[in-house]
């Protein structure tokens, strides 16, 4: 009974199948399943696998310049560029992100900050923001009134 281990709230992938080192640098978009951790830097966009419960981990040594996607992310390193968290975002105390977070469940520790607009998704809403929706054209005919 007391010897179970509580979860961490909100994050629900636990697997890290993927380390990326901190000598390693990309230039290049990055597209992961499952879990990564980053400790290098990426030049370019980081996007957890389409329809897929990922978890993306960005330790103290990490830097992104560019958009960021995942189902459950932890920063603690820096962002310059936008995310999007499907389902759960954790900025540890060292999280630097100059760029908008589109969430649906946030933790913010003392000492994170953000240069940009904070939006909370509903969950209901598409999952994919990145995806471009299509536009309909709608023509509205008012009737007169008796």
Request: glycine share 10%; net charge negative; proline share 3%.
């Amino acid at each position: 009974m007391f010897n179970k281990k509580k979860p961490q709230p909100g994050i629900q992938q636990t697997k890290l199948a993927t380390l990326i080192a901190e000598d390693v640098r990309i230039t290049g978009d990055l597209e992961f399943a499952d879990g990564l951790r980053l400790d290098g830097q990426v030049s370019g966009n980081v996007s957890g696998k389409t329809g897929v419960q990922t978890l993306l981990v960005l330790s103290e040594r990490s830097a992104v310049h560019g958009n960021v996607h995942g189902y459950d992310i932890v920063v603690n390193g820096r962002i310059v560029g936008d995310v999007i968290a499907d389902h759960f975002i954790e900025l540890q105390a060292n999280a630097q992100v100059i760029g908008n977070i589109d969430y649906q469940q946030l933790q913010m520790d003392c000492g994170a900050s953000v240069d940009g607009k904070l939006t909370r998704r509903d969950p209901a809403d598409t999952r994919n923001l990145l995806l471009d929706a299509p536009v309909l054209d709608v023509e509205v005919h008012d009737e007169p009134r008796r």
